[in-house]
């Protein structure tokens, strides 16, 4: 009999996946709620890092690991974010449809 189930793997396999992992929608706004939770009670804070993960998610597009309609939702969300004053930062804050991913600017 030729056939065995405990033979030795094949040496052409890898081991490790040398593919580069892009971060997908969820990450992306799960990092923006982070930082805005984070600093709930400093909007000014969020705000700063806000501007600039702005800078960061268009690195990311030049670099093809974003798609531009992930962009045109994170911008919106940026955008409500950075011109709330204090009252509607935290009801951003709350606004569970907010961070969903498909939200399209409807408060």
Not at 4 to 16: E, G, I, Q, Y
Not at 22 to 51: H, M, Y
Not at 77 to 94: G, M, P, Q, S, T
Request: with cysteine; aromatic share 12%.
């Amino acid at each position: 009999m030729k056939w065995w189930p405990f033979r030795k793997k094949s040496k052409s396999l890898k081991k490790f996946s040398t593919s580069i992992h892009i971060k997908g929608t969820r990450v992306w706004l799960q990092e923006l709620q982070d930082i805005c939770e984070k600093n709930f009670d400093k909007p000014a804070d969020a705000k700063r890092i806000i501007r600039q993960m702005q800078i960061e998610w268009k690195d990311a597009e030049k670099r093809n690991e974003i798609e531009r309609e992930l962009i045109d939702g994170l911008d919106r969300r940026a955008f409500h974010l950075l011109k709330a004053d204090d009252n509607e930062w935290v009801e951003l804050l709350d606004n569970l449809k907010f961070w969903r991913p498909g939200w399209k600017g409807d408060l």
